[in-house]
């Protein structure tokens, strides 16, 4: 089976600007979580996606959104971007979402704002 | 909601020896203890994790303790080998909450 892949793997941005992020789950898995992974604030949960519907979303401003299709890929909007946003943006899913399925991780997309 | 610290933030230790990384968790609904490994340039991935029912899990070289009294868990990795350097992160959650990660420690095997 594929693993979870997330396109771009790259991406430069300026202050301001907006940025969607794609992330493809594995065959068969119906929740996509989106996660910011920063040096200081390591790995935080941004939000969950099952059955195209927000199920779970973490303490990030409005700036930051989703949604997912109905084959289950998903994507995330980052809209006014700012210099704080710059991060690796990590996506995985996982089967049901229950909290204790194992979660599958993309590569991650790097995001540069400048 | 859930507060995960782990602890250290960098270790280092010579090839062949063991090396063990603690987390602490807040939340005693807490029942699900994930340890992710993360290489460069790459995504976490699941090396082990254990449930609250239990209070040690091994796989090979790798084994993880729970002390659900003192709420933390532990990841030992034994005869370390210099492709287990990589970055770790510990997680915990509950019930239908999200995994809550801890910051992560950065193991260096020295040949």
């Known amino acids: 089976k594929a693993g979870v892949t997330q396109t771009p793997r790259y991406l430069i941005k300026t202050r301001g600007q907006q940025v969607t992020l794609s992330c493809s789950p594995i065959?068969?898995?119906?929740?996509v979580s989106w996660y910011q992974q920063t040096p200081g604030q390591g790995l935080q949960f941004l939000f969950e996606?099952?059955?195209?519907?927000?199920?779970n979303k973490g303490n990030f401003p409005g700036r930051f959104s989703g949604r997912q299709f109905s084959n289950s890929r998903s994507e995330m909007n980052v809209s006014t971007l700012e210099l704080g946003d710059s991060a690796l943006y990590l996506c995985?899913?996982?089967?049901?979402?229950?909290?204790?399925?194992?979660?599958?991780f993309g590569p991650g997309t790097r995001l540069l704002v400048l | 909601g859930e507060n995960v610290e782990q602890h250290p933030s960098t270790l280092s230790v010579q090839e062949g020896d063991s090396a063990v990384i603690k987390c602490t968790y807040s939340?005693?609904?807490?029942?699900?203890f994930p340890w992710y490994k993360q290489e460069l340039g790459k995504g976490p991935q699941l090396i082990i994790d254990?449930?609250?029912?239990?209070g040690e899990k091994k796989d090979q070289r790798i084994a993880v303790t729970l002390n659900k009294t003192a709420k933390h868990f532990s990841l030992h990795i034994t005869e370390t080998q210099p492709e287990d350097s990589a970055v770790y992160f510990c997680?915990?959650?509950?019930?239908?909450?999200?995994?809550?990660f801890g910051t992560g420690t950065r193991l260096t095997i020295i040949p």
């Open positions: 939340d005693s609904a807490s029942n699900y």
């Open positions: 997680a915990a959650s509950s019930g239908n909450e999200k995994l809550t």
């Open positions: 065959s068969g898995h119906r929740s």
């Open positions: 996606y099952f059955s195209e519907t927000q199920r």
């Open positions: 254990i449930r609250s029912n239990v």
């Open positions: 995985a899913s996982s089967l049901e979402g229950a909290a204790w399925e194992t979660q599958y």
